[in-house]
């Protein structure tokens, strides 16, 4: 309970952090951060988000495992012998979470960063798709020495990356927010939707189903952002959400 209020109240000082820098810095309203659309629209952008990450991230595991990537490692539902009741309230709570971080850090990324340097669409997209992966190289106060952490942390980088720019094609194409929380959240239930590697799969394995997963989160990303240059135009011109 107390970690979720922590989610809770993280998510809430980051939309009050990014709608002080909007209205205070840049003197726009918080219609800009591109939260505020109707209630079906915002619903029908999320499960977007959320099918497409969770397809991609399935596609990856399977043809990893497939391929043999993942030598030395089974796939099978990590609930398997779960009560329905622990499935669902653990689907519930993994959810909540993955939406109060999406909707904290895309709302910066997306929401205040991506409008702000729009004029410059190809920095603002390589900017917002990158750089919040890079934080992971910074350290974390106990969890063991940094080169640890940085070993780690760099098989996924491709990974992340692929999804960040998923997340800003999302943003961008559906004019919102929410398709890039739905993306953030899919990610998060996908131990609860597809089978997950069980094992030890190499450092190679690893940085290869990485790879694959960047590279469909990026395909992705390329088919949503195969928008005319109207569209374009605008996006440099007035953001990329509807005000």
Same mark, same amino acid.
């Given at each position: 309970?107390?970690?979720?209020?922590?989610?809770?109240?993280?998510?809430?000082?980051?939309?009050?952090?990014?709608?002080?820098?909007?209205?205070?810095?840049?003197?726009?309203?918080?219609?800009?951060?591109?939260?505020?659309?109707?209630?079906?629209?915002?619903?029908?952008?999320?499960?977007?988000?959320?099918?497409?990450?969770?397809?991609?991230?399935?596609?990856?595991?399977?043809?990893?495992?497939?391929?043999?990537?993942?030598?030395?490692?089974?796939?099978?539902?990590?609930?398997?012998?779960?009560?329905?009741?622990?499935?669902?309230?653990?689907?519930?709570?993994?959810?909540?979470?993955?939406?109060?971080?999406?909707?904290?850090?895309?709302?910066?990324?997306?929401?205040? %960063?991506?409008?702000? @340097?729009?004029? *410059?669409?190809?920095? /603002?997209? $390589?900017? !917002?798709? =990158?750089?919040? &992966? +890079?934080?992971?190289?910074?350290?974390?106060?106990?969890?063991?020495?940094?080169?640890?952490?940085?070993?780690?942390?760099?098989?996924?980088?491709?990974?992340?990356?692929?999804?960040?720019?998923?997340? %800003?094609?999302?943003? @961008?194409?559906? *004019?919102?927010?929410? /398709?890039? $929380?739905? !993306?953030? =959240?899919?990610? &998060? +239930?996908?131990?609860?939707?597809?089978?997950?590697?069980?094992?030890?799969?190499?450092?190679?394995?690893?940085?290869?189903?990485?790879?694959?997963?960047?590279?469909?989160?990026?395909?992705?990303?390329?088919?949503?952002?195969?928008?005319?240059? *109207?569209?374009?135009?605008?996006?440099?011109?007035?953001?990329?959400?509807?005000?």
């Amino acid at each position: 309970m107390l970690q979720t209020f922590g989610y809770l109240a993280t998510a809430a000082l980051g939309v009050l952090a990014t709608w002080l820098l909007v209205r205070f810095v840049d003197h726009r309203s918080f219609r800009d951060l591109g939260l505020n659309s109707g209630w079906r629209r915002r619903l029908g952008d999320a499960l977007i988000g959320v099918v497409v990450a969770l397809a991609a991230s399935a596609l990856a595991i399977l043809i990893g495992h497939g391929l043999g990537f993942m030598a030395g490692t089974e796939l099978e539902w990590i609930y398997r012998d779960a009560p329905a009741s622990q499935i669902i309230s653990g689907v519930t709570y993994a959810a909540l979470v993955s939406i109060l971080i999406g909707v904290g850090g895309n709302t910066l990324w997306c929401g205040y %960063v991506l409008r702000s @340097i729009s004029a *410059r669409p190809l920095v /603002a997209v $390589v900017v !917002v798709a =990158v750089v919040p &992966s +890079l934080v992971g190289v910074i350290p974390r106060p106990g969890q063991g020495m940094y080169s640890m952490q940085l070993a780690s942390w760099l098989p996924s980088l491709p990974a992340e990356v692929g999804v960040g720019l998923a997340i %800003v094609a999302f943003a @961008i194409v559906f *004019r919102s927010v929410w /398709a890039a $929380v739905g !993306v953030t =959240v899919g990610r &998060s +239930l996908i131990t609860y939707a597809i089978p997950v590697p069980v094992g030890s799969p190499s450092n190679a394995g690893t940085l290869s189903v990485s790879v694959l997963t960047g590279v469909l989160f990026i395909i992705a990303a390329l088919i949503a952002l195969r928008m005319g240059r *109207r569209r374009w135009r605008q996006f440099a011109e007035t953001g990329p959400f509807d005000v």
